[in-house]
């Protein structure tokens, strides 16, 4: 149903003392009430869980938020949890603690059990639905191939690295398809880093060159795999309409750039001729004060999105230049 064909009725009643609002959707042709299509969204209120709140609310749907967030469904709220996926059209699961920390014990715990045990509490709850989501899509990572300067990796060609970080996403996935759901198709979005206007990891990188030190860090020869925000939903639309399709997809776009390309067009787009390098021993140095790892600058993600090419999706931002254009303005 398009957006022109509904109408919304407010209106108001009282339930066992209590006041409450409900939302009517009316069919302006035929008159007769139908239900508001719904999207929920699983660990929706970071970068890119806000983008998308945004734009599915801009198409009319109902979207409901799970998160640790007080005004969102609970974690452990399994019956509201449950309720709101019932008619729900598709499940989109963003749930995770940022890896943007140090790697020690108690952090690299919480990594994976807020990735695994969130899935499972939804997979668990789609179980007990009489009408579960059509559709569950759920994050996954690009961080999950080895480092690759050599070749790309791709859905079927891809080699699975080793180390916390590949652990972390092969347990995600685990979790994730160990569901057997025959009426919600299941999708993994192996997804690189993205770049958006309002958050991410470019505004780092902005400061950097900003502060004179966007040259090369490390090598510089490591591969930068990236999607724009914009495109990672119009991959999920993509996706949620190609009701053939499942499994996992990597979500990048098809023309990585090493971390020289990378700085290089940052500084002219933001219109800075020089910047100074940054060395592995100084990069080190630095994540320990900024408690982070270097395993996100100088890990080579060679990533290309074969499966979604071949079935036929467009990239918006194809370039980095072209992103960049419409990020830094």
């Known amino acids: 149903m398009e957006k022109f064909d509904i109408i919304y009725v407010k209106y108001f009643t009282n339930i066992s003392g209590l006041n409450l609002f409900f939302t009517q959707v009316i069919n302006s042709e035929s008159g007769e009430m139908c239900m508001r299509r719904k999207i929920i969204l699983a660990g929706g209120t970071g970068f890119i869980g806000t983008f998308f709140q945004q734009k599915f609310r801009e198409l009319d749907y109902d979207v409901k938020i799970i998160s640790r967030q007080f005004s969102h469904i609970p974690w452990d709220d399994h019956p509201r949890i449950i309720d709101a996926l019932e008619d729900a059209e598709m499940l989109i699961n963003l749930a995770g603690k940022s890896v943007d920390c140090r790697y020690n014990e108690k952090n690299k715990e919480e990594i994976l059990r807020s990735r695994t045990e969130t899935t499972k509490i939804l997979g668990n709850a789609i179980l007990k639905c ?4 059509k559709l569950w899509i759920n994050s996954s990572t690009a961080t ?9 990796m791709t859905e079927a060609e891809g080699e699975i690295g080793s180390g916390f970080s590949v652990n972390v996403a092969k347990e995600w996935e685990k979790a994730f398809f160990d569901f057997q759901l025959p ?13 958006g206007e309002h958050g991410g990891v470019i505004v780092p990188f902005k400061n950097l060159v900003r502060f004179g030190l966007g040259g090369v860090q490390g090598p510089g020869t490591q591969k930068f795999s990236w999607i724009h925000i914009e495109d990672i939903f119009d991959v999920i639309r993509f996706l949620q309409k190609r009701e053939d399709l499942s499994g996992v997809f990597n979500c990048s776009s098809p023309n990585p750039v090493t971390n020289r ?6 500084r002219k787009a933001m219109n800075r001729n020089f910047g100074l ?10 994540a320990v004060l900024m ?4 395993e996100l600058i100088l890990k080579s993600r060679w990533v290309i999105p074969e499966r979604l090419e071949k079935e036929g999706y467009v990239f918006t931002y194809r370039k980095l230049e072209d992103a960049l254009k419409q990020i830094i303005k």
Do not use: C, F
Not at 144 to 152: M, Q, V
Not at 185 to 194: D, E, M, N, P, T
């Open 130 to 133: 009489k009408n579960p989501p």
């Open 144 to 152: 999950i191939y080895r480092h690759a300067e050599d070749r790309p």
């Open 183 to 195: 009426s919600t198709r299941q999708i993994a979005l192996r997804i690189a880093i993205v770049l």
């Open 261 to 266: 390309e990378l700085m290089s067009l940052l």
């Open 277 to 286: 390098p940054t060395p592995k021993w100084m990069l080190e140095a630095g």
């Open 291 to 294: 408690k982070t790892e270097t």
